[in-house]
């Protein structure tokens, strides 16, 4: 069910919603350091990440202004152990001219949500310095974890990374792994 703030709408993610994701994140990717890829991504790559993402039974979700996608917020697994199913890395982006709008906050507030009923601890990784992201976070009660020292390099320069941690659900039912595959 689509959520409305404002004029922004937040909705699931569908394939056809790849070309749209391609663009705000490709900017990031070809002028920041805020991501580690450093080529280009195509819509079809975008289309496989969702797919993967909704394989996992985890969700991604779209804010849209108008017909414009302005941001989207999606979770993946943390790791591929069977005891980290309980834990979910998110990722948010927001669109280019589109920050310090309660953008982010808003695609966070849904993702999340809809995690606390299968996660225990959701996981960000943000590449430093990123003031507006650790912001975002730490207002969503975030708390910083890590910090590896010089571990990217893009653009000429060495890139720190911090992971900030929240756990969502602390009585979380902890089922033994479907071990019949």
Same mark, same amino acid.
């Given at each position: ?10 909705? !699931?993610?569908? +394939? ?8 705000? /994140?490709?900017? %990031? ?9 450093? +080529? +280009? ?19 991604? /979700? ?9 941001? /989207? +917020? ?7 152990? $069977?005891?980290?199913? &309980? ?5 948010? /982006? ?18 999340? $949500? ?12 943000? !590449? ?13 009660? &975030?708390?910083?974890?890590?910090? &590896? $020292? ?12 911090? %992971? ?16 019949? $595959?």
């Amino acid at each position: 069910m689509p959520q409305r703030n404002g004029s922004i709408r937040i909705r !699931a993610t569908k +394939a056809t919603d790849a070309g749209a994701i391609a663009d705000i /994140y490709n900017h %990031y990717v070809e002028n920041s350091t805020i991501t580690f890829e450093e +080529a +280009a991504v195509t819509a079809g790559e975008i289309a496989k990440r969702i797919e993967d993402v909704y394989s996992n039974h985890l969700p991604w /979700y779209l804010a849209v202004a108008g017909k414009t996608v302005v941001g /989207y +917020a999606y979770a993946t697994p943390w790791k591929s152990r $069977s005891a980290y199913r &309980f834990s979910a890395e998110v990722t948010v /982006y927001v669109a280019q001219g589109h920050g310090s709008r309660g953008i982010g906050t808003r695609l966070y507030r849904v993702l999340l $949500s809809r995690l606390r009923k299968r996660v225990h601890t959701v996981i960000a990784g943000i !590449a430093l310095p990123n003031p507006a992201s650790v912001a975002l976070h730490e207002r969503l009660r &975030f708390e910083k974890v890590a910090h &590896f $020292s010089q571990v990217g390099f893009k653009m000429d320069q060495w890139v720190d990374v911090g %992971y900030w941690q929240l756990t969502l659900n602390a009585n979380i039912m902890c089922l033994q792994p479907d071990r019949s $595959s």
